[in-house]
């Protein structure tokens, strides 16, 4: 017959309560407050299927370290096609291809002429209630 094998000497309960617990993955929250995201943008890019892999565990939702790293590539790539979409495809550090003029903003060089006179300003209408003369021009106009 065997000799039975020596277990090793436990260690006491008090220095297993206080160690950390060791992490598996970050709640919503924490993964909101890591990428400095609003928990409504969180959802959004969810119901749009842009946001991370989640595990519900036990009724929490869980994000993994691989499901994190996989997202982050996809943001980057994400990231890379829309940039090649907006500017054409044109490599990084080629020139911006000129601003457009938006909402009367003067961008860009002026026209042959000059840019146009800026049209005179007009006093502001005084709001507020009614002076007595107003009520009385108006009762006036009324009547007549």
């Given at each position: 017959?065997?000799?039975?094998?020596?277990?090793?000497p436990?260690?006491?309960?008090?220095?297993?309560?206080?160690?950390?617990?060791?992490?598996?993955?970050?709640t919503?929250?924490?993964?909101?407050?890591?990428?400095?995201?609003?928990?409504?943008?969180?959802?959004?890019?969810?119901?749009?299927?842009?946001?991370?892999?989640?595990?519900?565990?036990?009724?929490?939702?869980?994000?993994?370290?691989q499901?994190?790293?996989?997202?982050?590539?996809?943001?980057?790539?994400?990231?890379?096609?829309?940039?090649?979409?907006?500017?054409?495809?044109?490599?990084?550090?080629?020139?911006?291809?000129?601003?457009?003029?938006?909402?009367?903003?003067?961008?860009?060089?002026?026209?042959?002429?000059g840019?146009?006179?800026?049209?005179?300003?007009?006093?502001?209408?005084?709001?507020?209630?009614?002076?007595?003369?107003?009520?009385?021009?108006?009762?006036?106009?009324?009547?007549?």
């Open positions: 017959m065997k000799a039975p094998q020596e277990l090793p436990a260690e006491p309960l008090a220095e297993n309560l206080t160690a950390p617990p060791q992490r598996y993955g970050l919503v929250a924490e993964f909101c407050v890591r990428y400095r995201a609003s928990r409504s943008g969180y959802a959004k890019a969810q119901r749009a299927g842009h946001g991370p892999e989640e595990l519900n565990i036990f009724g929490k939702r869980i994000i993994t370290p499901a994190e790293a996989a997202w982050l590539e996809q943001q980057r790539q994400r990231s890379r096609e829309l940039a090649a979409d907006r500017f054409g495809g044109a490599p990084t550090g080629a020139p911006r291809p000129p601003a457009r003029s938006s909402g009367g903003k003067r961008l860009g060089r002026p026209p042959a002429g840019w146009p006179a800026d049209p005179p300003l007009r006093a502001q209408k005084k709001l507020g209630r009614p002076t007595r003369a107003m009520v009385a021009a108006r009762s006036a106009n009324l009547a007549g």
